[in-house]
């Protein structure tokens, strides 16, 4: 099942071409992105995936996004979804080349059950390194890091090595042996009562999964900081987790070939903490 609506309202066939060859969002990956979860018709986690459509959108010098459109572009599409759940995609781009006509659009998509596999099952990930230092994108911030761009050629590269290594996932790390994000996640620790996430300020994207997971677990007595993790962490932590909105808080079984602790117990509370939130 797939539901179009385009940024003006327009209710549009999913199977129809509607963005012209030259737009730059194709052409260029000049753009930005958002995909949410929407469980039983409500989408988790609006709010922070609207700010940060924004933000990346700031980084990359596009106009503002009008948060009144897209919020009924996502409504439209809502009223019209009838699966249990949906991949909300939020794509905003510069348009086409020499106008001043941004593009912009939200596609429900549905959930494949390959998703629902690996929620169950978790992931095998690899280590691999991203290229930059943890202070890169405050003195360099052209190269865009930490804003969820169209230009995910690396990324999707990463995913095909991961594969050629025999793995599911790829957790990306910095020049000073530090952990990054994954190509499509945020990567989310817990040692004794205690959860980590790396901070957003070394060029990664704040996780709105990961911050939903946070809230719930703090009420519940647990410590969640954001602070810089090497990598010998992961394989000392009592859980590894890769957080996204469409695959949620999925666990980490095997890392670069070692088989990690069996952590599905924990695992399980974890989940159970995050499905409370909604």
């Given at each position: 099942m797939r539901v179009l609506v385009m940024l003006d309202g327009t209710v549009a066939d999913p199977e129809a071409a509607h963005i012209r060859v030259d737009d730059l969002g194709l052409m260029r990956g000049d753009g930005v992105f958002e995909t949410i979860l929407v469980v039983d018709g409500k989408p988790r986690e609006l709010d922070l995936h609207l700010d940060r459509l924004a933000a990346s959108a700031a980084k990359l010098e596009l106009p503002e996004p009008d948060r009144v459109a897209w919020q009924h572009a996502v409504e439209a599409v809502l009223e019209r979804w009838t699966e249990p759940e949906c991949a909300l995609k939020l794509v905003y781009t510069r348009g086409p080349e020499d106008t001043d006509e941004v593009t912009g659009f939200a596609l429900g998509m549905s959930i494949g059950?390959?998703?629902h596999e690996l929620r169950r099952t978790g992931v095998s990930a690899v280590t691999l390194e991203r290229g930059i230092d943890p202070g890169l994108a405050?003195?360099?911030p052209w190269l865009l890091l930490g804003a969820k761009s169209l230009s995910y050629a690396l990324n999707m590269a990463a995913g095909r090595e991961a594969?050629?290594?025999?793995?599911?996932?790829?957790?990306?790390?910095a020049?000073?042996?530090?952990?990054?994000?994954?190509?499509?996640?945020t990567v989310v620790l817990a040692s004794g009562n205690t959860l980590r996430t790396p901070?957003?300020?070394?060029?990664?994207?704040?996780?709105?999964?990961?911050?939903?997971?946070?809230?719930?677990?703090?009420?519940?007595?647990?410590?969640?900081t954001t602070e810089p993790i090497a990598v010998e962490d992961?394989?000392?932590?009592?859980?590894?987790?890769?957080?996204?909105?469409?695959r949620k808080i999925t666990r980490v079984h095997t890392l670069d070939g070692k088989q990690?602790?069996?952590?599905?117990a924990l695992h399980e509370q974890l989940c159970a903490l995050y499905e409370a939130e909604y």
């Open positions: 059950e390959q998703v405050e003195r360099a594969k050629r290594r025999g793995a599911q996932e790829v957790i990306f790390t020049s000073d042996g530090t952990v990054l994000e994954g190509p499509t996640s901070p957003a300020q070394i060029g990664i994207l704040p996780g709105t999964t990961q911050a939903g997971l946070f809230r719930a677990a703090e009420r519940a007595g647990w410590t969640c992961l394989f000392t932590a009592d859980l590894v987790m890769v957080a996204s909105s469409v990690l602790g069996d952590s599905s």
